[in-house]
Structure formats: C-alpha cells, structure tokens
C-alpha cells in the first residue's frame, strides 16, 4: 500500500503542470509527532508576500500522551524562502505561539523549517518542523515534525 501511494504521488508530481506559489492566500492542515510522546494538529491560513515570501496565521492543539496534557495556540509566522524551483520550496519558519493550557498562559518563541512539493495546481504538500521554547508550560522545550497538505483558495 504505501508503495502504491508512493508511486501515484511520484506520478502526479511527474506529470502535473503545477507551480509552486501560484495564487495569493492558502488553507493549512497539518498533523504530526511532537518529540516525548506528544502530538500537534495545526489549522492555517498561508498568506503570500513578495518574493514568494509568506505569512502564516495558525491555530494548533497539543496534547501530551501520557500525562493527559492539552494546549490551544494561535500562532503567527513569517517564512522567508531559503531555496526554490519550479514545484518546489525550502522555506524558513519564524515565529510565536500564545495560547493555554486550561490552567496557565503560554507563550512561546519558534523556528524551523518548512518544505513545500506542488503536487497539482493549488495542492501542495507541506513537510515542517518547529523547534522553540514555551514559557509556563510542562514541556518547555519542544521539536515537532508535521506533515499535511496547503490548498488553494
């Protein structure tokens, strides 16, 4: 099966006319592990400036496995690009996160990186990390990789 999907994202992006950074504003979904058993969920709106540099406004949901922890975060970054070509973009994530943890208020300082594969006009997937310290929340330190998709509106 993941050969199958494999194969098939290989040949869409083989064989589609897409471009990297066409149109203006972008829909985010992504999900993915947070390191020490924590996962992320995060709900975007991508807004394009020059260059093919972006803005990025985000809602995420942590939760923790084991220790029944949650948080909700509203998060803003810029993301300059760092390399580009045609169906494909490395981009460098700057940013914060202000949100709770039902208990306390969190606030935090990220950076990462973000890559970006066209896979047909106005669909792209998004492979990211972030990496950044939480102020007065239990896991101070955190290393997320999220994988997802970024739809055209």
Not at 28 to 52: F, Q, R
Not at 70 to 82: A, E, I, Q, R, S
Not at 91 to 108: A, P
Request: proline content about 2%; charged content about 15%; glycine content about 8%.
């Amino acid at each position: 099966m993941k050969k199958t999907v494999f194969i098939l994202i290989l040949f869409i992006t083989a064989f589609s006319n897409a471009r990297s950074q066409e149109g203006c504003t972008y829909l985010l979904l992504k999900a993915g592990p947070v390191y020490e058993s924590a996962w992320t969920g995060t709900v975007g709106v991508d807004l394009n400036t020059k260059y093919h540099n972006s803005a990025e406004l985000s809602f995420s949901y942590y939760k923790a496995d084991q220790k029944s922890y949650d948080n909700l975060l509203v998060g803003m970054f810029y993301k300059p690009v760092l390399a580009r070509s045609r169906n494909t973009t490395f981009k460098f994530r700057l940013g914060s996160h202000i949100g709770t943890d039902n208990s306390d208020f969190i606030l935090s300082a990220l950076g990462g990186i973000e890559f970006l594969q066209s896979l047909a006009p106005g669909f792209d997937l998004i492979i990211s990390n972030t990496s950044g310290y939480y102020f007065w929340a239990r896991n101070h330190w955190r290393v997320s990789a999220e994988f997802g998709f970024r739809i055209s509106l």
